[in-house]
């Protein structure tokens, strides 16, 4: 390919809104351009690299025993219905408007393709001898984010692979188990191909639970999760599931009396810690949910805030919210901000830190008073207690190693979800016995254009992109200096023909212009290697190979440069790895 014969439309300008790296840079360098937010065109450099990561992921679920297909984005409302999901998704499910019996009001966009796969599968797929199977698609998924943002990380239209299998059973030979392993591997697989420092996690499974999910993430400061990981190495969980070793007694024996103060005005446990000289970790925090339609207490320290996953599946229900100030009013007798367990009689649920305090400060069910002194179980019981809070810097994992945490993307997610959709959308089989059961079912998703973005994020620097050799636009670009010399031309067209020839990305930067322009673009555009072609090189018998991520320079006579690039990308070239 000739730079002058291509589309590159790099720019030194940079959107406003443009706050992470990948952002930027994928702007500057014309990969891709903004169509509104949250939807954006892949310029052709971009495009590249986005159907280089889809060839691996393709590879790799055809390897893991995938079967492609390809499912439509415009869904019968009615699917989504059966399963429950119109109300579960509100906003995110994007709908086409229209009114009456319109098609358009029955129609929504797919933000994912669960309630299609399941209407395929209990169409088709009625015996045991027709099971596992696992299917899969690179498709475009819509979802209405609140907030698209960081470029490519979250949008609203974006490029999914997501696969659905279908078994007879969880165990055992042909269980989802054993599919759900091939998969994590194939993903492990996927990311290390791609050149991207992931991490697999533990992830919140709702009601499933146990090792029902994993998340794989890439640590980046331009994420939204959180990562938890111990300093053994032993554990790794995203925030909202990572579990904590219980906190130990520290009480000293003499118990204090139970005092009513006046806390005028002073609701939060900032301002109650402040005015009453306690730190917050001698509070105690009483949240009032609401819990599949009744009232729940949740009680945590002051300094550790509730994890709504913890909590909800401690108490075993499925819907938790936090209560409006009437409910609060009802369940306490006092103002919001004025609540503790002390004389409450709703179900109360508190975390293991909680069970271990001694002279706690509360409030006091009861407008503008709070109560000190508080012990448990001489001025309240508890009845039910679990972790259900969400770890802190100074927690140690179950295993006693200290816990550390990093900001980080979700690249991809494989997810255990057992009969929910067979359940739901009868999707049945008969088994050998005879007898009619729900098809067990996994899911299994990755974010296409996402790995661009993590890739980008994960490995740059203040020159620009650092693409690995596997998903890089082109592998190697060719700078010519001077384009006004028959040597230099020639000797750079001729190089770029043998790479070609022998398979290699290559790009000629054939423009008319001054060195340091075109080594500018290169190095903003992270292609792997540069070949630099000079009047003054060739007069030495050589040109000059430079591998982008060390800077490193080479000296090489052009008749064996084919022969040290093809060395250099098998080199460079990430190796699948399954951790
Ligand atoms: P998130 O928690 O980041 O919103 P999610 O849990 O909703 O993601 P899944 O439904 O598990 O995402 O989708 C599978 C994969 O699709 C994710 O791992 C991610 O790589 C990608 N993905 C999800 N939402 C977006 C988005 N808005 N923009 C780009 N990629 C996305
Ligand atoms: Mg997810």
């Given amino acids: ?53 889809e060839a691996i992921v393709r590879e790799e679920m055809n390897a893991a025993g ?43 966009l797919g933000p994912t393709h669960e309630e299609v796969v399941t209407e395929i599968a209990r169409t088709y797929i009625t015996s045991y001898k027709q099971l596992p199977i696992t299917l899969y698609q690179i498709q475009t ?76 993430m890439v640590p980046t400061d331009a994420g939204e999760d959180w990562l938890v990981r111990s300093q053994d190495g032993a554990y790794a969980a995203n925030l909202e599931r990572a579990e904590v070793a219980p906190v130990a007694d520290e009480g000293d024996g003499t118990d204090a009396p139970l005092t009513e103060v006046h806390t005028p005005g002073l609701s939060t446990i900032d301002e109650v810690s402040k005015f009453l000289k306690c730190t917050p970790c001698k509070m105690i925090k009483t949240i009032i949910f609401e819990a599949d339609g009744k009232p729940l207490v949740a009680l945590v320290r002051g300094d550790h805030e509730v994890n709504e996953a913890k909590l909800r599946r401690v108490a075993g229900v499925s819907s938790l919210a936090a209560a409006t100030p009437e409910v609060v009013r009802k369940v306490t007798g006092a103002d919001v901000g004025f609540a503790g367990p002390v004389g409450l009689s709703v179900r109360t649920i508190a975390d293991q830190a909680v069970t271990v305090m001694h002279d706690a400060v509360t409030g006091a069910n009861k407008t503008d008073y709070h109560v000190t002194g508080v012990q448990i179980g001489r001025d309240f019981e508890i009845a039910e207690s679990g972790d259900i ?24 997610h494989v997810f255990k979800l057992g009969t929910k959709y067979s359940d739901l959308m009868e999707a049945n089989f008969t088994d050998a016995d005879g007898k009619g059961k729900p098809l067990i079912m996994g899911c299994y998703g990755i974010g296409l254009n996402r790995i661009m973005a993590a890739s980008i994020e994960a490995s740059h620097d203040e020159k620009g992109m650092v693409w690995p050799v596997s998903i890089a636009p082109f592998q190697v670009v060719i700078c010519a200096l001077g ?23 290559v790009i000629f930067d054939d423009r008319d212009a001054r060195p340091g322009f075109k080594f500018k673009d290169a190095e903003l555009l992270g292609f792997p290697i540069r070949v630099t072609v000079g009047k003054r090189g060739l007069a030495d018998g050589i040109v000059e190979v430079q591998t982008r991520h060390d800077g490193e320079t080479r000296r090489i006579a052009p008749a064996d440069a084919v022969d040290t690039i ?7 070239t990430p190796t699948a790895c399954v951790s």
């Avoid at 991490?199 to 994993?214: F, L, M, Q, R, Y």
């Fill in 1 to 53: 390919m000739k730079w002058t014969k291509f589309f590159i439309p790099t720019s030194k300008e940079v959107p406003a809104d443009a706050h992470v790296p990948s952002h930027q840079l994928m702007v500057r360098g014309g990969l891709i351009r903004q169509v509104a937010a949250g939807s954006y065109t892949y310029l052709p450099i971009g495009y590249r690299t986005l159907r280089n990561i």
């Fill in 66 to 108: 995938g079967i492609e297909l390809h499912m439509p984005a415009l869904h019968p409302i009615e699917w989504w219905e059966e399963s429950g999901r119109v109300a579960a998704m509100g906003d995110v499910l994007l709908r086409l408007s229209g009114s009456g019996d319109d098609w358009r009001s029955r129609t929504v």
């Fill in 141 to 216: 998924k819509f979802r209405g984010e609140a907030r698209p943002k960081s470029g490519v990380l979250r949008t609203r239209e974006f490029l999914m692979k997501d696969a659905y299998s279908f078994h007879i059973r969880l165990g055992g030979p042909g269980g989802l188990d054993e599919t759900y392993r091939a998969l994590y591997d194939a993903y492990c697989r996927i990311f290390s191909r791609c050149g991207l420092p992931y991490v697999a996690v533990e992830a919140e499974s709702g009601p499933i639970g146990g090792d029902a999910s994993h998340e794989f």
């Fill in 389 to 412: 809070r969400s770890a802190v810097e100074g927690d140690r994992s179950v295993e006693g190693s200290p816990l550390s945490f990093a900001k980080c993307i979700e690249v991809g």
């Fill in 483 to 505: 384009m006004g010399e028959t040597e230099v031309v020639a000797t750079a067209e001729k190089l770029h023909d043998e790479l070609q020839a022998a398979d290699i990305d």
């Fill in 566 to 572: 093809a060395a250099l990308i098998k080199d460079l």
